[in-house]
């Protein structure tokens, strides 16, 4: 194990706060990190943390360890970054992270065809519906739809995209279709967890006028694409990314309601650090991701004048 690595172990670990969360961080077995903590700490000569059954704390020299390696990761990024930057070609590892249904749709296949044309970049793919707060010692680039809050990130807009509330023709059939925001708290409503806060205040905006309206239902769930799922075996109504329906609106088999009325922002961002701004691998990605994205056949720019 070389010493970067070693260190962003180290980092990754303090962190996710116990072996176990760790593990699945990094795809290995609870025994496997302990292993590892194990050969670093006797490498060095002294204990970096304390464990317990559920969760592990800094000792002093871990306190030390942890800080100084921060600030040795960081310096290697800068380093890679000024090195990169400075060449024709981009080359060097690019760590991503992207919303699951979304990011096995899209950004999977997309990273493929990058790879293909750029083979000195070493690309990680992370998958999570999980908000990842950048700086993150794990991530160059975050995929992230809607507003982007945080001044000091940069945002590059990768995609135009909006919310959509749809139904399967079967369900409205028998439920009859909403004419006004405020049918929607009579009709089944599939509601999707968002970090396990359940998102059933739905917003919906017309001109000036703004409603939120609670919906309710009988099914909800984490994950896109079993809500989505779910809306085409026509369990109810579902507010859902343009980019998961187009096809599916294109084909027949949902039907959007409420159409004249807005919903909150979701255009598709690449997200990234402002000291990563100059990076040739970060810059290449992100242009062949926007161009990959405008190019596809489920783009629903490309699939609008079709519906």
């Given at each position: 194990?070389?010493?970067?690595?070693?260190?962003?172990?180290?980092?990754?670990?303090?962190?996710?706060?116990?072996?176990?969360?760790?593990a699945r961080e990094l795809n290995l077995t609870p025994p496997s990190v302990s292993r590892r903590l194990a050969l670093l700490e006797e490498r060095l000569g002294v204990r970096l943390l304390n464990r317990t059954t559920r969760r592990v704390s800094l000792t002093g020299e871990g306190e030390v360890y942890f800080q100084n390696a921060q600030r040795i990761l960081s310096?290697?990024?800068?380093?890679?970054?000024?090195?990169?930057?400075?060449?024709?070609?981009?080359?060097?590892?690019?760590?991503?992270?992207?919303?699951?249904?979304?990011?096995?749709?899209?950004?999977?296949?997309?990273?493929?065809?990058?790879?293909?044309?750029?083979?000195?970049?070493?690309?990680?793919?992370?998958?999570?519906?999980?908000?990842?707060?950048?700086?993150?010692?794990?991530?160059?680039?975050?995929?992230?739809?809607?507003?982007?809050?945080?001044?000091?990130?940069?945002?590059?807009?990768?995609?135009?995209?909006?919310?959509?509330?749809?139904?399967?023709?079967?369900?409205?059939?028998?439920?009859?279709?909403?004419?006004?925001?405020?049918?929607?708290?009579?009709?089944?409503?599939?509601?999707?967890?968002?970090?396990?806060?359940?998102?059933?205040?739905?917003?919906?905006?017309?001109?000036?006028?703004?409603?939120?309206?609670?919906?309710?239902?009988?099914?909800?769930?984490?994950?896109?694409?079993?809500?989505?799922?779910?809306?085409?075996?026509?369990?109810?109504?579902?507010?859902?990314?343009?980019?998961?329906?187009?096809?599916?609106?294109?084909?027949?088999?949902?039907?959007?309601?409420?159409?004249?009325?807005?919903?909150?922002?979701?255009?598709?961002?690449?997200?990234?650090?402002?000291?990563?701004?100059?990076?040739?691998?970060?810059?290449?990605?992100?242009?062949?991701?926007?161009?990959?994205?405008?190019?596809?056949?489920?783009?629903?720019?490309?699939?609008?004048?079709?519906?």
């Amino acid at each position: 194990m070389n010493a970067d690595s070693e260190l962003a172990f180290f980092c990754v670990l303090v962190k996710q706060g116990s072996l176990a969360a760790t593990a699945r961080e990094l795809n290995l077995t609870p025994p496997s990190v302990s292993r590892r903590l194990a050969l670093l700490e006797e490498r060095l000569g002294v204990r970096l943390l304390n464990r317990t059954t559920r969760r592990v704390s800094l000792t002093g020299e871990g306190e030390v360890y942890f800080q100084n390696a921060q600030r040795i990761l960081s310096d290697i990024d800068e380093l890679e970054r000024r090195v990169s930057s400075s060449r024709a070609a981009p080359k060097g590892l690019l760590r991503v992270n992207a919303p699951l249904g979304f990011g096995r749709s899209y950004i999977g296949p997309a990273i493929s065809a990058f790879s293909n044309v750029y083979p000195d970049v070493e690309v990680q793919l992370h998958l999570s519906d999980r908000t990842i707060a950048l700086p993150d010692e794990a991530i160059d680039i975050s995929i992230r739809f809607g507003n982007i809050p945080d001044s000091r990130l940069i945002a590059k807009k990768i995609a135009a995209n909006r919310r959509l509330l749809c139904a399967s023709p079967a369900y409205l059939r028998v439920a009859g279709t909403p004419v006004y925001p405020h049918d929607l708290t009579k009709h089944k409503c599939i509601v999707l967890r968002q970090n396990e806060v359940a998102s059933g205040n739905w917003r919906l905006s017309r001109g000036k006028h703004n409603e939120t309206v609670k919906v309710h239902g009988k099914l909800s769930t984490n994950d896109g694409e079993v809500a989505l799922n779910w809306a085409l075996e026509g369990h109810g109504i579902l507010m859902r990314a343009e980019w998961d329906v187009a096809k599916y609106l294109r084909s027949g088999r949902l039907v959007q309601v409420l159409a004249e009325y807005e919903t909150p922002p979701a255009d598709i961002y690449a997200v990234y650090l402002e000291r990563l701004n100059l990076s040739a691998k970060v810059a290449y990605f992100v242009e062949y991701l926007r161009e990959y994205l405008e190019k596809h056949t489920d783009s629903p720019s490309q699939q609008r004048g079709n519906w």
